[in-house]
């Protein structure tokens, strides 16, 4: 009765207050989101990629092919639209005209105003550098996150304070280019001081140059990749299962800076993709960078390959920087009609040797050696209804990856699409990234079928059913295994309410308790939310459900609401609250919160306890804005809170965030 009281009297307050985010990008980034795909190293790499994009929107009536396949949610239907209705039609006067593109759903249509523009089209080749310099845009962001509290390392341990901070410089002029600089500190790392006399732990320095005649990009620095469906590189983008059915499990090419704080899975060196003749480009790379790894002991060998990017002890900085890779490689592409086709190679030389330990049966084929090739040829067509893509790739580990997808429009209004995978247990690439479901491009074969309808413009139904099989024993299971993983989402649309349901039913086998055979782990989650706006404000109410059914049972929920108030356009104030009880992790739930530019912030809870945070962002004048953030968690259940270097001797957190933006 209590928790019902509790759900009845935040539903209420729903009703009177709004909430829904100041960017809605970044809801629309939520509701894609799953657990895998939250807590994988590849998240903050996409998260940052829509922030760029936010903060440096491309002209619709100048982007390419490769600028417009950046977006995640667009399918490659839609790319073809687009262009071809600027084509025919010429170019937009505003971006209200993606109206007249019949298969662009509304939703879409919102979030692309996010990132794109209606530009003029009347210059012509790359601008001159008086013209650059002239009208060029400059942006710095200072950060800095404070906590009220100290960390078992904090007091012994860490080399550093407890404070995290960064600072970034971007110059961009259009489309055209894009000069960067950052420096990023995490909480523990020693700043000026030991190791790091430099000051900041790690620095980016990037220059991406695109449209320059037949050089349609060049990057230089630190930079990442993406070429065909990522089965022989991909360090640039991933999302997850409900993402696919967005993009209809289309594959790409894109060179893009690395712009982000993170330490770990980029290239360092140069990438271009240069015109050779219509239809057909080149692109090529050469990367030498430094990493961190774990080393065998005795012989010095690489055992693990590290992307935290943490350098807070002395262990954790004596492996900082210890190991390094040299990467060559080139993608060709060809377009004619609805139809392409692109190889990718790549080889890699590490200066020590990578040998995992494989004491643990299911490490037995993880990558290994000093020198690593792969190649790829990836395949597709795009028509007014049916649509095709796909890779299939080998190397030195002599195996075989593959990834097909074909979607089909059976009405304008539903799609469906279906997606087969075959990853040999034997192969690897150090850097591929693609759909799976075992958490890397390895040991899995599966079908994914999926679906999209849109019975009425206010309603979209999204559904999909993934079945992996894994050949080989992975983590958690000591002999070959399956899952099946089902989501039924649905949306609906009203000029001031969106109402969003999703239930996913998963099913994983396991090790039981005793190792001797394998039994399911079934989870069950689902979400409800409310959402209202009106004039300056905005509301939703969310709730989350959990349970999961494997050695024990376990079970949680958690009520969320948010509330956002824009006044004068100058300020603009975003409160969140949640109440979360949950039996055990395997019940955890999630809740999104505003958060500072280039960030993001999906925390997880477990336990009894509250979550609150209070965001602001305040235009001092018109180029210079600053934004403040102050989050606390209550734990009602415990306290302690963490472990190991991170433990809290208390049931209580709270952290301070402050950013300062100037734009000229």
């Given at each position: 009765?209590?928790?019902?009281?509790?759900?009845?009297?935040?539903?209420?307050?729903?009703?009177h207050?709004?909430a829904e985010?100041t960017?809605?990008?970044e809801?629309?980034l939520?509701?894609?989101?799953?657990?895998?795909?939250?807590?994988?190293?590849?998240?903050e790499?996409?998260?940052?990629?829509?922030?760029?994009?936010?903060?440096?929107?491309?002209?619709?009536n100048?982007?390419?092919?490769?600028d417009?396949?950046?977006f995640?949610?667009?399918?490659?239907?839609?790319v073809?639209?687009?262009?071809?209705?600027?084509y025919?039609?010429?170019?937009?006067k505003s971006l209200?005209?993606l109206?007249?593109?019949?298969d662009?759903?509304?939703?879409?249509?919102?979030?692309?105003?996010?990132?794109?523009?209606?530009?003029d089209?009347?210059?012509?080749?790359?601008?001159?550098?008086?013209?650059?310099?002239?009208?060029g845009?400059?942006e710095v962001?200072?950060?800095i996150?404070?906590?009220?509290?100290?960390?078992?390392?904090?007091?012994?341990?860490?080399?550093?304070?407890?404070?995290?901070?960064?600072?970034?410089?971007?110059?961009?002029?259009?489309?055209?280019?894009r000069l960067?600089?950052l420096?990023?500190?995490?909480?523990g790392?020693?700043?000026?001081?030991?190791?790091?006399?430099?000051?900041?732990?790690?620095y980016?320095?990037?220059?991406v140059?695109?449209?320059?005649?037949?050089i349609?990009?060049l990057a230089?620095g630190?930079?990442?990749?993406?070429?065909g469906?990522?089965?022989?590189?991909?360090?640039?983008?991933?999302f997850?299962?409900?993402?696919?059915l967005?993009?209809?499990?289309?594959?790409?090419?894109?060179?893009?800076a690395?712009?982000?704080?993170?330490?770990?899975?980029?290239l360092?060196?140069?990438?271009g993709t240069?015109?050779?003749a219509?239809?057909?480009d080149?692109?090529?790379?050469?990367?030498?960078?430094?990493?961190?790894a774990?080393?065998?002991?005795?012989?010095?060998?690489?055992s693990?390959?590290l992307?935290?990017?943490?350098?807070r002890?002395?262990t954790?900085?004596?492996k900082?920087?210890?190991?390094?890779?040299?990467?060559?490689?080139?993608?060709?592409?060809y377009?004619?009609?609805?139809?392409?086709v692109?190889?990718?190679?790549?080889?890699t030389?590490?200066d020590?040797?990578?040998?995992p330990?494989t004491?643990s049966v299911?490490?037995?084929?993880?990558?290994h050696?000093?020198?690593?090739?792969?190649?790829?040829?990836?395949?597709?067509?795009?028509?007014?209804?049916?649509?095709?893509?796909?890779?299939?790739?080998?190397?030195g580990?002599?195996?075989?990856?593959?990834?097909?997808?074909?979607?089909y429009?059976?009405?304008?209004?539903?799609?469906?699409?279906?997606l087969?995978?075959?990853?040999?247990?034997?192969?690897?690439?150090l850097?591929?990234e693609?759909?799976?479901?075992?958490g890397?491009?390895?040991n899995e074969?599966g079908?994914?079928l999926?679906?999209?309808?849109r019975?009425?413009q206010?309603?979209?139904?999204?559904?999909?059913?993934?079945?992996a099989?894994?050949?080989w024993?992975?983590?958690?299971?000591?002999k070959?295994?399956?899952?099946?993983?089902?989501?039924?989402?649905?949306t609906?649309?009203m000029?001031r309410?969106?109402?969003?349901?999703?239930?996913?039913l998963?099913i994983r086998?396991k090790?039981n308790?005793?190792?001797?055979?394998l039994?399911?782990?079934i989870d069950?989650?689902?979400?409800?939310s409310?959402?209202?706006?009106?004039?300056a404000?905005k509301?939703?109410t969310?709730?989350?459900?959990?349970?999961?059914?494997?050695?024990?049972?376990?079970?949680?929920?958690?009520i969320t609401?948010?509330?956002?108030?824009?006044l004068?356009?100058?300020?603009?104030?975003?409160?969140?609250?949640?109440y979360?009880?949950t039996?055990?992790?395997?019940?955890?739930?999630?809740?999104?919160?505003?958060g500072?530019?280039?960030?993001?912030y999906?925390?997880?809870?477990?336990g009894h306890?509250i979550r609150?945070s209070?965001f602001?962002?305040?235009d001092?004048?018109?180029?210079?804005?600053?934004?403040?953030?102050?989050?606390?968690?209550k734990?009602?259940?415990?306290?302690?809170?963490?472990s190991?270097?991170?433990?809290?001797?208390?049931?209580?957190?709270?952290?301070?965030e402050?950013q300062?933006?100037?734009?000229?």
């Open positions: 009765m209590k928790k019902l009281i509790i759900f009845i009297f935040l539903f209420c307050i729903s009703l207050i709004d985010q960017h809605e990008w809801q629309f939520y509701q894609l989101s799953e657990l895998e795909d939250i807590e994988s190293s590849s998240w790499s996409s998260f940052e990629l829509l922030c760029d994009l936010e903060e440096n929107p491309i002209n619709i100048t982007a390419s092919r490769e417009l396949e950046q995640p949610f667009l399918t490659a239907k839609d073809e639209n687009i262009s071809e209705y600027i025919r039609y010429g170019p937009m209200g005209e109206v007249m593109i019949k662009l759903s509304y939703y879409k249509r919102r979030l692309l105003f996010y990132f794109t523009y209606a530009g089209t009347h210059k012509k080749g790359f601008p001159s550098f008086k013209n650059i310099v002239k009208y845009k400059h962001v200072g950060t996150k404070i906590p009220f509290y100290d960390r078992k390392g904090d007091i012994n341990g860490y080399q550093g304070y407890k404070y995290k901070h960064s600072v970034r410089y971007d110059f961009d002029y259009g489309d055209y280019l960067g600089f420096g990023s500190q995490d909480a790392e020693p700043f000026f001081a030991g190791r790091n006399s430099m000051g900041y732990d790690f980016s320095f990037y220059l140059l695109k449209k320059m005649g037949r349609k990009t230089l630190r930079y990442r990749l993406r070429f469906m990522g089965l022989v590189m991909n360090n640039n983008f991933s997850g299962k409900l993402s696919t967005s993009s209809m499990g289309r594959g790409g090419s894109n060179i893009r690395h712009s982000s704080t993170s330490d770990g899975n980029y360092q060196g140069a990438a240069f015109t050779l219509k239809g057909l080149l692109s090529l790379f050469v990367s030498y960078r430094k990493f961190d774990t080393l065998n002991k005795g012989d010095g060998t690489i693990t390959i992307n935290s990017g943490y350098h002890t002395k954790e900085l004596d900082k920087n210890n190991s390094s890779h040299l990467l060559l490689g080139g993608n060709v592409d377009r004619f009609g609805g139809f392409y692109g190889a990718t190679a790549a080889y030389s590490l020590k040797e990578l040998v330990k004491t299911y490490r037995r084929y993880y990558a050696g000093k020198e690593f090739y792969n190649v790829g040829v990836n395949y597709g067509y795009t028509g007014s209804r049916l649509s095709f893509s796909g890779e299939t790739a080998t190397g580990c002599k195996a075989v990856a593959t990834i097909n997808s074909l979607s429009s059976i009405t304008d209004r539903l799609t469906m699409l279906a087969q995978r075959f990853y040999s247990y034997k192969y690897y690439s850097f591929a693609s759909f799976n479901e075992g890397a491009v390895q074969s079908i994914y999926g679906m999209t309808w019975p009425s206010a309603l979209n139904i999204i559904a999909y059913i993934d079945y099989y894994f050949a024993p992975k983590y958690q299971a000591s070959s295994s399956c899952s099946l993983d089902n989501t039924l989402q649905l609906y649309v000029p309410w969106i109402f969003s349901a999703r239930y996913r998963k086998e090790d308790k005793d190792k001797t055979d039994i399911n782990k069950h989650r689902a979400r409800f409310a959402a209202y706006s009106f004039g404000w509301a939703k969310q709730a989350d459900l959990a349970f999961s059914s494997y050695k024990e049972n376990s079970f949680g929920w958690m609401q948010n509330a956002n108030y824009i004068k356009k100058r300020l603009n104030i975003n409160v969140s609250f949640s979360f009880n039996d055990s992790y395997d019940s955890r739930v999630y809740s999104y919160e505003k500072m530019l280039y960030s993001y999906f925390p997880s809870f477990y306890g609150g209070f602001a962002s305040y001092i004048l018109k180029q210079v804005t600053l934004f403040a953030k102050v989050g606390a968690t734990y009602f259940d415990r306290e302690i809170i963490g190991s270097y991170q433990q809290i001797n208390r049931s209580s957190a709270t952290d301070l402050l300062l933006r100037i734009k000229l």
